[in-house]
């Protein structure tokens, strides 16, 4: 399955859009296992079953960052930026200052297609301080993917080969990238 179904997709966005609005938590967060299991499964190449895990977390936990920002990544990845712009913006929202709400800035602008030599530079050294990162380093070829395509420079498809190289030392199968 290439996208992610509707179902699933309106599973994952009711909560994150209900919680924007009204501000509802969950009354218990999860523990980091669920981050664990859902890149347990995307390690083996199985991204619908990883998605339906962090889905499932975060309609239990709307303000665990690092699963949102999950989301969000796989959401980009699959080249759903509607959604991935919602869920990042919400990630930026619960607290602008840690790695996954910086990327996801970034990323928002690389989108939008504002001074995005600037954020892409922005990016790689966010991903550069934060090496053990497979996130980061997943949404730096992402990135590059999306300039590359784009026509910017050739030198992004370059890089993007390098970054998703690393990637797949980390994700044996490949996600889809």
Known sequence: MKRMSRVCRAAVMAPILVFCSCGQTA???LGPSTYETAFGLL????QDAAEETIARGVQR???NQRLVFFMGVCARSRWMKQDAAQIFHYVVKLNAETPEAKCSALMLAIDSQKAYEGSFGALEKLQQSHPEDPLLLWMTAVACREL???GAP???SEKGAQYYAKLL?????GPVL
């Open 154 to 156: 050739k030198a992004y």
């Open 61 to 63: 936990d709307q303000k």
């Open 169 to 173: 030392e980390i994700l044996d199968p």
């Open 148 to 150: 590359g395509r784009r």
């Open 43 to 46: 390690k083996e190449g199985k």
């Open 27 to 29: 009354e218990k967060p």
